[in-house]
């Protein structure tokens, strides 16, 4: 299932601390579209050592959407890969 | 349907064009870590502080003309001292944020650097002010070396990230650096007697510091800190693009001009710089009226305040181009300093660090309790509880009484030049102790995630 959150409105480090508290609640199989305006590049790294996995896509009404899931998580994993090709 | 392109950290998706390179990965262990651009900020606020005493002690002579050595080593400590050390740590530590680019061996550069300017400048200050040549001739080697530790790393950074207008206007204003640098020692070699003194060079060297190395690097880091932290639009495509360079070439067929004695040159280059100052100064106070959120926010009060001075500073070079202002004029080139000085590159920088300095130092904190494994359990202080917003505001009030003090010591002199420098120490000094009490509660925190149980 995906859980979709809009931090593009918000000022640092808001759109961080919205994401993280996001994920941290993620069951098996869901994942995140965090819609951003910016690239978050210091969330890649945070989200890396909390045992996260990401992908990065231009987005359709922000500039870039973000979708994270547990690492290791193939269900999840294989849903972002489905909806990237979509 | 064609696929969106993706920059993965997690499986493979080899037919994906990456958005930005992949050696662009952000990680916290290749930031440089929060001491490396701390340090500076920690120490960049009482060299300003020393500036406005300095200034406090000479007096109403440090006013009478453009030349008297207490005014100009008072306006270093701020420009080289304050702003310079500023600029240098906001170059090595938010490019990765905002480019995921790190400045190559930034964890010695940066010290090195920062080492070798503030003590060059202290140094240079006291030859200038002292009238002691020996201590002129260390400040220059000193500043010299810093920045030519800084310089080759920074135009690295720069040039892996041209791509981007940030790096690109970083760019810019880095090639502006070394002509200011360049400029700067030969000045002070003048002053030391080494080589003739050519204080026909002081205005070029003036105008590639603020314009170019100042102007241009304010310029390329707003592409990125207006939108993100004042949650405006994005600058317009065009100004992003062009904007930098024109005021980069301005500069140099300006300087050109001047050097070669082709007035025609020199003025379409001044005007042309003036305008592409003004031009931005204009783009990022209209972006600020689109801002998402009108929460009052000091930083978009200082920036505010810094664009209005710089549009005044680009109106007024236009005016004196045209025979309608006459900058060599005491008072009148004292006021024009004072705004382009404390009015636009003080108050934009201070207005910087009340954003990048708490920033920073709530982004390590959650790295600290990502380490320490207590995510979760233990809750990390937010920027609003490491910077209050009562002390940026009350230091905000001062800044202001210190330009108005200074404005009114350009044209009345006497006392007033002592109670100007000692607003300005005052300035600078409330400044320091936000910046430090930040620092105070980040390692409060940083303690308490420590000792937290696992």
Redesign the interface.
Known sequence: MEHVIDVS?????GP??ES?TAV?SLAEGDHIRVLH???P??L???????GF??????GTGTS?EILV?R?GDAAA?AA??QT??? | ?E?????????R?PN?QP??PAN??????R?PPLWVPLRAFLIAPFLGLGGGLLLASAGDAAFSSRWTASLLASAHLITLGFITLVMIGAVIQVL?????VPVPASNWVAPASQFGVALGVIAMAWGLNGGLPVAGRVGAVLLAAGLSLFVPAALIAAWKTRHNPTGRAMGLSILSLIAVAGLGVFLLAGHAGWVPLRRDLTDIHAAWALGGWVGLLVMGVSF?VV?????TPSYPRVVEKYLPAVGFLALLAWTAGRLGRWALVANIGIVSLALSLGTYAAVTLWLQTQR??KLRDITTDAWRLGMGCLGLVGLATIAATFGVLDLLEPRTSLTFGILLVMGFAVSVVQGMLY?IVP?LS??HL??VA??RGV??QVKVK??RQLLPVKGPRRQFASHLVAIGALLIAAWFGGFWVRIAGLAVAVDFGLLGIEVVGVVRRYREDEARILSAPQ
């Open positions: 409105g918000l000022e640092p480090p961080m601390e993280l941290a305006r910016r690239e590049f210091p890649y790294g945070i989200l890396e050592s909390r996995d990401h992908r990065t896509v231009p870039f899931w690492a994993e972002v890969n990237i090709n979509r | 349907m696929s969106r392109r993706c920059r993965c950290r997690g499986g998706q994906h958005l930005i662009a990965d952000l990680h916290f262990d930031m990765p944020v905002v480019t995921g990125q939108p993100l932290f004042q949650v998402r959120r954003k920033f709530w982004l959650q790295n990502t380490h995510v979760g937010n920027m």
